[in-house]
């Protein structure tokens, strides 16, 4: 279960919906509570400054423009993104594009533009045909301007942020950095640890196993696909507590077909001297298994 999580929350931080769907409803909630702070504002009568009031139809000009430029830009983020993957894809190999995905600049640049032109839909309904101060939401309407000036902001430092990122040397760094964080996560340094008092009692039965070709109880795979990932703790505790030699035949990245060999597991448990009579005469050494 561990390990399905993590695939999953893996799939979702590299996808490039999950953080604009987030920053998108965010901004759909701000644009239902905002513009009630406004109306409590002017239920106490509270005087704004100055720089941040304006009439309500310069406010409807002013973020109709914002609202029709934020999607236009956004599908522009899109069209540069899509580019730069199959430039990458060509380049530097399909592979590659897993470390592009996971690009927080990137999905971060696409979620400010669409939140920024929901929240500026939500605030242009709510604007009315007057002239009147008094009955514009001064405060929503300054917050949308300052969301489009940061939209503004991040547009340029996605446009450089994306012209670094296709460098060969940048390319490269971000593949070690990847790699060693999957080091990291693959093979902690603590794993096993627990087990090495017992290592040397073990090796001797695990060369005496591999001497006389035992697998033990085969575990096959039920479906097809690639191994995503391995939870070595649990296999270690499982084998410990149970006295099992389990070995296995794949490891993270292979590809198994249906009914492939995935592991086997066997009893650890020495044989003794009256255990030795029971053997086959070919010597093959017969093991009792402990099913799961």
């Given at each position: 279960m561990?390990?399905?999580?993590?695939?999953?929350?893996?799939?979702?931080?590299?996808?490039?919906?999950?953080?604009?769907?987030?920053?998108?409803?965010?901004?759909?909630?701000?644009?239902?509570?905002?513009?009630?702070?406004?109306?409590?504002?002017?239920?106490?009568?509270?005087?704004?400054p100055?720089?941040?009031?304006?009439?309500?139809?310069?406010?409807r000009?002013?973020?109709?423009?914002?609202?029709s430029?934020?999607?236009t830009?956004?599908?522009?983020?899109?069209s540069?993104?899509?580019?730069?993957?199959?430039?990458?894809?060509?380049q530097?190999?399909?592979?590659?594009?897993r470390?592009f995905?996971?690009?927080?600049?990137?999905?971060l640049?696409l979620?400010?533009f669409?939140?920024?032109?929901?929240?500026?839909?939500?605030i242009?309904?709510?604007?009315e045909?007057?002239?009147?101060?008094?009955?514009?939401?001064?405060?929503?309407?300054?917050?949308?301007?300052?969301?489009?000036?940061?939209s503004?902001?991040?547009?340029?430092?996605?446009?450089?942020?994306?012209?670094m990122?296709?460098?060969?040397p940048q390319?490269v760094?971000?593949?070690?950095?990847?790699?060693?964080?999957?080091?990291?996560?693959?093979?902690?340094?603590?794993?096993?640890?627990?087990?090495?008092?017992e290592?040397?009692?073990?090796?001797?039965?695990?060369?005496?196993?591999?001497?006389?070709r035992?697998e033990g109880?085969?575990?096959?795979?039920?479906?097809r696909?690639?191994?995503?990932?391995?939870?070595?703790?649990?296999?270690?505790?499982?084998?410990?507590k149970?006295?099992?030699?389990?070995?296995l035949?794949?490891?993270?990245?292979?590809?198994?077909?249906?009914g492939?060999?995935?592991?086997?597991?066997?009893?650890?448990?020495l044989?003794?001297?009256?255990?030795?009579?029971?053997?086959?005469?070919?010597?093959?050494?017969?093991?009792?298994?402990?099913p799961?």
């Amino acid at each position: 279960m561990k390990n399905y999580l993590l695939a999953v929350w893996d799939y979702l931080r590299g996808s490039y919906w999950l953080l604009p769907s987030l920053l998108g409803f965010a901004a759909f909630c701000l644009g239902f509570l905002v513009p009630h702070l406004d109306q409590y504002i002017a239920s106490i009568g509270a005087t704004l400054p100055e720089t941040i009031q304006t009439t309500t139809s310069a406010a409807r000009l002013v973020i109709s423009a914002i609202a029709s430029g934020m999607f236009t830009i956004t599908g522009t983020v899109f069209s540069i993104t899509v580019v730069a993957l199959s430039l990458t894809s060509q380049q530097f190999g399909p592979r590659l594009l897993r470390t592009f995905m996971f690009d927080k600049i990137t999905q971060l640049t696409l979620g400010i533009f669409i939140a920024t032109g929901v929240y500026s839909l939500l605030i242009l309904r709510i604007l009315e045909e007057t002239d009147a101060k008094h009955s514009t939401p001064q405060i929503s309407v300054a917050l949308c301007i300052c969301m489009a000036i940061v939209s503004i902001a991040v547009l340029i430092v996605f446009i450089h942020h994306l012209a670094m990122l296709i460098q060969a040397p940048q390319v490269v760094r971000a593949v070690v950095n990847d790699l060693d964080s999957a080091l990291d996560r693959l093979f902690p340094e603590s794993l096993g640890e627990a087990y090495d008092e017992e290592r040397k009692k073990e090796k001797g039965l695990l060369d005496k196993f591999r001497a006389e070709r035992h697998e033990g109880l085969t575990m096959l795979s039920s479906c097809r696909g690639y191994i995503q990932g391995l939870d070595e703790e649990h296999i270690l505790n499982l084998a410990s507590k149970h006295s099992l030699v389990i070995r296995l035949f794949v490891r993270p990245g292979d590809f198994v077909v249906c009914g492939a060999k995935l592991a086997s597991v066997a009893s650890a448990a020495l044989p003794t001297d009256s255990d030795s009579d029971s053997n086959s005469e070919d010597g093959s050494l017969e093991v009792p298994f402990i099913p799961e």
